[in-house]
């Protein structure tokens, strides 16, 4: 049994400061669902995630790297370990590039980059969640996704190696990286923009966050879609929207105590006030089900699941 008061008692004062007990994981996450975390240990450098992930090595604890808490579903027994929450929040402009730290809002980014005279990431503009997890899932939308414009990044290796990491290293495909997979904190990442064009983009600005409000929840708890569109049917075409085959399966008609589907998008599951993560899972299937009943097509989950079986994987990652 690992006694958590003794671990934090252990801790020296500068990093005390930065550890909540049994912190709920609906306060952390955007579906606004899940238990309480042993520990959440909120990362502000490199120096912090380094110490944080040795306390759980020593420790043998299991642990899980929360970014935004959006994409994420967790367990309503929680998660009985580190939950390590990545705030680095730097952000530096040099020439047409960006050096900025993976915790900063994606959003945020966007707005701060044409502030500075830099475009290209307008396509993203309302993204929810933080840009380091929008780079470990390859995160993108109307024909970009944010790999195409990383240089460079510094991650923290399982081991509690500082690594530099180019695009090659990520691996990127659709919604993924193979960074994901290893197990690899991402600390800060450079970004390659362009000079100018800022009227522009700040008007495809305003058309996507206007886009976004009108289809997505602003007022109840969503974790962001919750299947992965469709591959291609041949090359050089574009992705079937999961959400076209559930609204014509009717999953907007379903409901699971307080886990609805959104009325304004089919691939949407929002809570509605109390919804458990039980229930949530529970819709989920019946979506699922439902397309493949009527399409025969196996739809893959894009929300991420944490808790106790994930204790099993003994991974990081890195959420949006």
């Known amino acids: 049994m690992i006694d958590m008061q003794k671990i934090l008692s252990s801790l020296p004062d500068d990093l005390k400061s930065l550890v909540r007990r049994n912190q709920p994981l609906s306060q952390a996450t955007t579906l606004q669902i899940g238990g309480p975390a042993a520990l ?8 912090h995630a380094q110490r944080f992930q040795e306390i759980a090595n020593q420790n043998q604890l299991p642990f899980f790297v ?3 808490g959006s994409n994420i579903l967790a367990a ?3 998660f009985p370990g580190m939950v390590m929450h990545v705030a680095t929040r730097d952000f530096q ?5 960006l050096v900025v730290g993976s915790g900063l809002g994606f959003d945020e980014v966007v707005s701060s980059s044409l502030a500075s005279g830099l475009s290209g990431l307008e396509f993203a503009s309302g993204i929810p969640g933080t840009l380091g997890g929008a780079i470990m899932g390859n995160a993108g939308c109307y024909g970009h996704e944010i ?20 695009p090659e290293d ?3 495909r659709y919604r993924a990286t193979s960074l994901r997979e290893s197990g690899e904190i991402l600390l800060q990442v450079t970004l390659g923009l362009k000079s100018g064009g800022v009227d522009a983009a700040q008007v495809l600005r305003d058309e996507k966050i206007t886009d976004r409000h009108n289809k997505h929840p602003r007022d109840l708890p969503s974790a962001g879609s919750w299947f992965r569109n469709l591959p291609p049917s041949a090359p050089g075409q574009r992705r079937t929207a999961a959400g076209a085959l559930l609204e014509k399966a009717g999953s907007k008609e379903m409901q699971e105590g307080d886990a609805q589907v959104f009325s304004g998008h089919a691939n949407m599951i929002v809570n509605t006030g109390h919804a458990t993560c039980q229930q949530v899972q529970k819709l989920a299937g019946r979506m699922k089900d439902a397309v493949w009943d009527q399409f025969q097509v196996k739809l893959v989950q894009e929300v991420r699941h ?3 079986p994930d204790l099993l994987l003994q991974k990081n990652n890195l959420s949006r």
């Not at 959440?40 to 120096?47: G, K």
């Not at 790999?147 to 180019?166: M, N, Q, S």
């Open 66 to 68: 929360l970014g935004g």
């Open 170 to 172: 990520f691996g990127f």
């Open 40 to 47: 959440l240990c909120e990362v502000q450098n490199t120096e």
């Open 147 to 166: 790999g195409e414009f990383l240089l460079e990044a510094i991650t923290l290796t399982p081991e509690g190696c500082i690594k530099h990491r180019g």
């Open 76 to 78: 309503d027994e929680g």
């Open 306 to 308: 944490l808790g106790p």
């Open 93 to 97: 402009v040099s020439g047409n590039t």
